[in-house]
Protein backbone atom coordinates (compact mmCIF):
# COMPACT_ATOMS: atom_id res chain seq x y z
CA UNK A 1 0.00 0.00 0.00
CA UNK A 2 3.25 2.39 0.09
CA UNK A 3 2.96 2.80 -3.66
CA UNK A 4 -0.70 4.14 -2.80
CA UNK A 5 -0.34 6.26 -0.16
CA UNK A 6 2.70 8.00 -1.75
CA UNK A 7 0.33 8.82 -4.64
CA UNK A 8 -2.64 10.20 -2.99
CA UNK A 9 -0.27 12.25 -0.87
CA UNK A 10 1.33 13.47 -4.19
CA UNK A 11 -2.26 14.86 -5.69
CA UNK A 12 -3.14 16.15 -2.74
CA UNK A 13 0.38 18.32 -2.50
CA UNK A 14 0.23 19.17 -6.20
CA UNK A 15 -3.64 19.85 -5.92
CA UNK A 16 -2.82 23.14 -3.24
CA UNK A 17 -0.18 24.31 -5.49
CA UNK A 18 -2.57 24.67 -8.43
CA UNK A 19 -4.99 26.62 -6.25
CA UNK A 20 -2.66 28.47 -4.47
CA UNK A 21 -1.33 29.40 -8.03
CA UNK A 22 -4.70 29.43 -9.49
CA UNK A 23 -5.56 32.92 -9.37
CA UNK A 24 -2.61 34.10 -11.07
CA UNK A 25 -3.28 32.39 -14.39
CA UNK A 26 -5.64 34.11 -16.65
CA UNK A 27 -8.40 32.35 -18.21
CA UNK A 28 -6.90 31.97 -21.71
CA UNK A 29 -3.98 30.17 -20.05
CA UNK A 30 -5.85 27.55 -18.56
CA UNK A 31 -7.92 26.80 -21.63
CA UNK A 32 -4.69 26.14 -23.31
CA UNK A 33 -3.04 24.02 -20.94
CA UNK A 34 -6.16 21.72 -20.58
CA UNK A 35 -6.35 21.96 -23.86
CA UNK A 36 -2.10 20.75 -23.96
CA UNK A 37 -3.31 18.23 -21.34
CA UNK A 38 -6.14 16.77 -23.23
CA UNK A 39 -3.98 16.11 -26.16
CA UNK A 40 -1.41 14.70 -23.59
CA UNK A 41 -4.69 12.12 -22.21
CA UNK A 42 -5.30 10.78 -25.81
CA UNK A 43 -1.72 9.78 -26.75
CA UNK A 44 -1.19 7.93 -23.09
CA UNK A 45 -4.49 6.30 -23.85
CA UNK A 46 -3.67 5.50 -27.62
CA UNK A 47 -0.30 3.85 -26.18
CA UNK A 48 -1.87 1.73 -23.48
CA UNK A 49 -4.39 0.63 -25.64
CA UNK A 50 -2.24 -1.06 -28.23
CA UNK A 51 -0.62 -3.48 -25.75
CA UNK A 52 -2.82 -5.92 -26.05
CA UNK A 53 -3.10 -7.79 -29.75
CA UNK A 54 -6.54 -9.86 -28.60
CA UNK A 55 -8.49 -7.48 -29.57
CA UNK A 56 -12.17 -9.48 -29.35
CA UNK A 57 -11.79 -9.44 -25.31
CA UNK A 58 -10.70 -5.61 -25.08
CA UNK A 59 -13.77 -5.16 -27.36
CA UNK A 60 -16.20 -7.28 -25.34
CA UNK A 61 -15.21 -5.99 -21.97
CA UNK A 62 -15.34 -2.57 -23.23
CA UNK A 63 -19.03 -3.13 -24.32
CA UNK A 64 -20.70 -5.56 -21.14
CA UNK A 65 -18.17 -3.30 -19.13
CA UNK A 66 -20.40 -0.22 -20.83
CA UNK A 67 -23.63 -2.26 -20.02
CA UNK A 68 -22.93 -2.74 -16.67
CA UNK A 69 -21.56 0.61 -15.32
CA UNK A 70 -24.24 2.05 -17.46
CA UNK A 71 -26.82 -0.16 -14.88
CA UNK A 72 -25.09 0.42 -11.87
CA UNK A 73 -24.84 4.32 -13.07
CA UNK A 74 -20.98 4.36 -11.95
CA UNK A 75 -20.53 8.08 -13.38
CA UNK A 76 -24.02 9.82 -12.07
CA UNK A 77 -22.83 8.50 -8.86
CA UNK A 78 -19.41 9.83 -9.01
CA UNK A 79 -20.98 13.59 -9.52
CA UNK A 80 -23.62 12.45 -6.63
CA UNK A 81 -20.14 12.43 -4.59
CA UNK A 82 -18.81 14.88 -5.90
CA UNK A 83 -21.70 17.20 -5.49
CA UNK A 84 -21.84 15.80 -1.73
CA UNK A 85 -18.44 16.39 -0.78
CA UNK A 86 -19.02 20.57 -2.16
CA UNK A 87 -22.09 20.55 0.13
CA UNK A 88 -19.70 19.71 2.84
CA UNK A 89 -16.45 21.51 1.86
CA UNK A 90 -17.31 23.99 -0.78
CA UNK A 91 -20.69 25.34 0.02
CA UNK A 92 -19.89 29.08 -0.59
CA UNK A 93 -17.83 28.41 -4.10
CA UNK A 94 -19.13 30.56 -6.73
CA UNK A 95 -19.09 27.95 -9.32
CA UNK A 96 -20.97 25.24 -7.79
CA UNK A 97 -20.34 22.92 -10.72
CA UNK A 98 -16.54 23.28 -11.04
CA UNK A 99 -16.00 21.18 -7.90
CA UNK A 100 -18.33 17.95 -9.12
CA UNK A 101 -16.40 18.35 -12.45
CA UNK A 102 -12.92 18.60 -11.02
CA UNK A 103 -13.69 15.62 -8.89
CA UNK A 104 -14.96 13.58 -11.69
CA UNK A 105 -12.55 14.15 -14.44
CA UNK A 106 -9.42 13.68 -12.11
CA UNK A 107 -10.89 10.78 -10.59
CA UNK A 108 -11.33 9.50 -13.47
CA UNK A 109 -7.76 10.48 -15.43
CA UNK A 110 -5.94 9.27 -12.23
CA UNK A 111 -7.49 5.98 -11.85
CA UNK A 112 -8.61 4.03 -15.19
CA UNK A 113 -4.83 4.38 -16.74
CA UNK A 114 -2.33 1.50 -17.16
CA UNK A 115 0.41 2.57 -14.63
CA UNK A 116 -2.96 2.60 -12.15
CA UNK A 117 -3.79 -0.72 -12.74
CA UNK A 118 -0.33 -2.23 -13.51
CA UNK A 119 1.51 -0.58 -10.66
CA UNK A 120 -1.08 -1.52 -8.10
CA UNK A 121 -0.98 -4.83 -9.45
CA UNK A 122 2.77 -5.04 -8.87
CA UNK A 123 2.51 -3.82 -5.51
CA UNK A 124 0.31 -6.22 -4.12
CA UNK A 125 2.08 -9.81 -6.02
CA UNK A 126 5.52 -8.36 -5.55
CA UNK A 127 5.90 -5.74 -3.33
CA UNK A 128 7.66 -3.16 -5.61
CA UNK A 129 6.26 0.52 -5.90
CA UNK A 130 8.35 2.10 -8.15
CA UNK A 131 5.77 1.81 -11.36
CA UNK A 132 3.49 3.79 -8.73
CA UNK A 133 6.32 6.21 -7.26
CA UNK A 134 6.59 7.39 -11.13
CA UNK A 135 2.98 7.76 -11.45
CA UNK A 136 2.87 9.59 -8.17
CA UNK A 137 5.07 12.48 -9.76
CA UNK A 138 3.11 12.42 -13.21
CA UNK A 139 -0.57 12.80 -11.20
CA UNK A 140 1.03 15.39 -8.72
CA UNK A 141 2.39 17.89 -12.18
CA UNK A 142 -1.05 16.63 -12.98
CA UNK A 143 -3.24 17.60 -10.47
CA UNK A 144 -1.58 20.97 -10.47
CA UNK A 145 -2.93 21.66 -13.76
CA UNK A 146 -6.04 20.24 -13.01
CA UNK A 147 -6.55 22.04 -9.83
CA UNK A 148 -5.26 25.53 -10.99
CA UNK A 149 -8.12 25.57 -13.71
CA UNK A 150 -11.26 23.12 -12.19
CA UNK A 151 -10.49 24.18 -8.46
CA UNK A 152 -10.90 22.65 -5.15
CA UNK A 153 -12.50 19.13 -6.06
CA UNK A 154 -9.33 17.77 -7.62
CA UNK A 155 -7.51 17.38 -4.40
CA UNK A 156 -10.24 15.08 -3.29
CA UNK A 157 -9.65 12.74 -6.19
CA UNK A 158 -7.13 11.63 -3.96
CA UNK A 159 -9.56 9.51 -2.00
CA UNK A 160 -10.54 7.72 -4.87
CA UNK A 161 -7.22 6.86 -6.08
CA UNK A 162 -6.93 5.51 -2.72
CA UNK A 163 -9.64 3.05 -2.77
CA UNK A 164 -9.10 2.11 -6.03
CA UNK A 165 -5.54 1.56 -5.78
CA UNK A 166 -5.75 0.04 -2.23
CA UNK A 167 -8.42 -2.37 -4.05
CA UNK A 168 -6.81 -3.51 -6.75
CA UNK A 169 -3.61 -4.47 -5.03
CA UNK A 170 -5.22 -6.09 -2.24
CA UNK A 171 -7.56 -7.96 -4.66
CA UNK A 172 -3.77 -8.77 -6.47
CA UNK A 173 -2.86 -10.33 -3.10
CA UNK A 174 -5.81 -12.80 -3.31
CA UNK A 175 -6.42 -13.26 -6.87
CA UNK A 176 -2.62 -14.00 -7.99
CA UNK A 177 -3.02 -17.16 -10.15
CA UNK A 178 -5.37 -15.34 -12.40
CA UNK A 179 -3.09 -12.70 -12.91
CA UNK A 180 -0.97 -13.48 -15.55
CA UNK A 181 0.50 -11.28 -17.75
CA UNK A 182 -2.06 -11.78 -20.68
CA UNK A 183 -4.46 -10.60 -18.73
CA UNK A 184 -2.73 -7.71 -17.14
CA UNK A 185 -2.21 -6.63 -21.01
CA UNK A 186 -6.00 -6.98 -21.67
CA UNK A 187 -6.72 -5.17 -18.67
CA UNK A 188 -4.20 -2.32 -19.45
CA UNK A 189 -5.56 -2.15 -23.10
CA UNK A 190 -9.06 -1.48 -22.06
CA UNK A 191 -7.62 1.28 -19.54
CA UNK A 192 -5.89 2.62 -22.28
CA UNK A 193 -9.49 2.75 -24.34
CA UNK A 194 -11.07 4.74 -21.68
CA UNK A 195 -8.08 7.23 -20.85
CA UNK A 196 -8.55 7.91 -24.11
CA UNK A 197 -12.04 8.68 -23.99
CA UNK A 198 -11.02 11.03 -21.19
CA UNK A 199 -9.17 13.20 -23.09
CA UNK A 200 -11.80 13.63 -26.13
CA UNK A 201 -14.22 14.84 -23.64
CA UNK A 202 -11.28 17.30 -21.94
CA UNK A 203 -10.84 18.47 -25.01
CA UNK A 204 -14.53 18.77 -25.93
CA UNK A 205 -14.85 16.59 -28.81
CA UNK A 206 -16.95 13.68 -27.42
CA UNK A 207 -18.96 13.56 -23.96
CA UNK A 208 -18.66 9.65 -23.12
CA UNK A 209 -19.53 8.77 -19.80
CA UNK A 210 -16.35 6.93 -18.80
CA UNK A 211 -17.20 6.48 -15.41
CA UNK A 212 -19.44 3.86 -16.75
CA UNK A 213 -17.00 2.05 -18.56
CA UNK A 214 -15.13 1.53 -15.37
CA UNK A 215 -16.50 -2.29 -14.90
CA UNK A 216 -14.79 -3.45 -18.43
CA UNK A 217 -11.70 -2.64 -16.79
CA UNK A 218 -11.61 -6.01 -14.87
CA UNK A 219 -13.64 -8.49 -17.65
CA UNK A 220 -10.49 -10.27 -18.52
CA UNK A 221 -10.30 -11.44 -15.05
CA UNK A 222 -13.85 -12.88 -15.43
CA UNK A 223 -12.54 -14.30 -19.02
CA UNK A 224 -9.74 -15.81 -17.52
CA UNK A 225 -11.71 -17.76 -15.00
CA UNK A 226 -14.26 -18.79 -17.17
CA UNK A 227 -11.33 -20.23 -19.29
CA UNK A 228 -9.91 -21.87 -16.20
CA UNK A 229 -13.04 -23.29 -15.39
CA UNK A 230 -13.89 -25.07 -18.43
CA UNK A 231 -10.60 -26.63 -19.11
Request: glycine residues 12%.
Amino acid sequence: MLGTIVNAAAIIAGSLLGLLFSKGIPDNYKEIIMGGVGLSVILIGMKSALVCDNLIIVILSVILGALLGEFLKIENRLELLGKYLESKVAARSSDTSSFARGFVTASLVFCVGSMAIVGSLESGLTGNHQTLFAKSILDGVTSIIFASAMGLGVMFSSGAVFLYQGLITLTAVLMKNLLVPETISQMTSVGGLLILAIGLNLLKITTIRVGNLIPGIFLPLLWFGLLELIK
